[in-house]
């Protein structure tokens, strides 16, 4: 939308996703990414930390858009993600009775950084509901997590490389065998022009 504040944030995840059900009926997801840069020290020829940002960001269920439920089931604590939405402000008062207002990341998008992490992508399924089946958005056995190391592996296949040449596996998200959705007959009729209608050069 016009006027607003989009970010992009690179980093770790201090704590596993905290989902909430509201009092009329959403679900949200709040994490905070640690997003550290990195400098270099020409005195010591060293790579240093600089000072985190820690930004706290939340994530909300819609009809067709689990993603609440999609965090929940996919990223874990420590886990390197990239995250993208808009900068929102809104206030709230504490439990002391004080009004207070804080700057939050309202997500678009948000998944693993694949410079460090693996992963196995599952497709939701389009039941129209929230939490219907098919739920999850990297997904290993039993929704893996963070697997120690530097590498998150989203299911025993995970860590095979797909040989060339070969078929796509049978419980591939993208495959397509339905008439209506293959493009690969695109062009091959004269509806938009064929091979006699290109110009003699």
Do not use: H
């Not at 820690?54 to 874990?76: E, G, H, K, V």
């Not at 399924?125 to 739920?135: H, K, L």
């Not at 056995?141 to 040989?163: C, E, I, K, V």
């Not at 091959?188 to 050069?201: K, L, M, V, Y």
């Amino acid at each position: 939308m016009a006027g607003d504040t989009y970010v992009t944030v690179v980093g770790n995840l201090t704590a596993d996703p905290e989902v909430r059900t509201t009092s009329n009926g959403g679900t949200v997801a709040n994490i905070t990414i640690a997003s550290t840069p990195r400098q270099f020290n020409r005195n010591s020829g060293q790579w240093e930390d600089g000072d985190a940002l820690f930004m706290r960001c939340s994530a909300w269920d819609s009809t067709y858009n689990p993603l609440a439920s999609n965090i929940q089931a996919s990223l874990t604590k420590g886990m390197r993600v990239i995250a993208q939405g808009r900068l929102v402000q809104r206030s709230y008062q504490d439990r002391e009775g004080n009004n207070r207002s804080v700057v939050e990341l309202r997500l678009d998008e948000i998944g693993p950084a694949l410079t460090r992490n693996t992963a196995q992508v599952t497709r939701n399924s389009n039941t129209g509901a929230p939490n219907g089946g098919g739920r999850g958005g990297f997904a290993g056995a039993g929704n893996g997590g963070y697997q120690g190391g530097s590498s998150y592996q989203g299911g025993a296949a995970a860590g095979a490389a797909p040989q060339q040449g070969s078929q796509p596996p049978a419980q591939d998200p993208w495959s397509s065998t339905g008439s209506g959705d293959s493009f690969g007959s695109f062009g091959s009729s004269g509806e938009f022009g064929g091979a006699g209608d290109e110009p003699e050069f």
